[in-house]
Nanobody, 118 residues
Framework: QVRLVESGGGLVQPGGSLRLSCVVS????????MSWYRQAPGKEDELVAV????????SYPPSEKERFIVSRDNPRNTVYLQMNSVKVEDTGLYLC???????????WGQGTQVTVSS
């Protein structure tokens, strides 16, 4: 059974930092691209960051690369999202996804809520 379990969300003040984690089981983690998405009420789901099996990491939009840093620890089957200098508009449910060869080989976690408020 494939499982993706996110953690690390919570209430933070603007300008603060937090680190999200996603622990994966039930698949060959090192062979999958891992992504973070943000869901917010009334908005389309947004891609936040992607890290490939090669280790190449990208934040979206690219201008956010110094605020959102994605990394992976293959021996621990874990992907992280470091969030720095957070803004109110960063608020949302952050979902972890594993992407294989096609939609039948894609998996999603339940998400962890991040709320940025003063």
């Amino acid at each position: 059974q494939v499982r993706l379990v996110e953690s690390g969300g919570g209430l933070v003040q603007p300008g603060g930092s937090l680190r999200l984690s996603c622990v994966v089981s039930g698949l060959p983690f090192s062979k999958y691209a891992m992504s973070w998405y943000r869901q917010a009420p009334g908005k389309e789901d947004e891609l936040v960051a992607v890290i490939l099996p090669t280790g190449r990491a990208t934040s979206y939009p690219p201008s956010e690369k110094e605020r959102f840093i994605v990394s992976r620890d293959n021996p621990r089957n874990t992907v992280y999202l470091q969030m720095n200098s957070v803004k109110v508009e960063d608020t949302g449910l952050y979902l972890c996804a594993a992407q294989g060869r096609g939609p039948e080989d894609d998996y999603w976690g339940q998400g962890t809520q991040v709320t940025v408020s003063s």
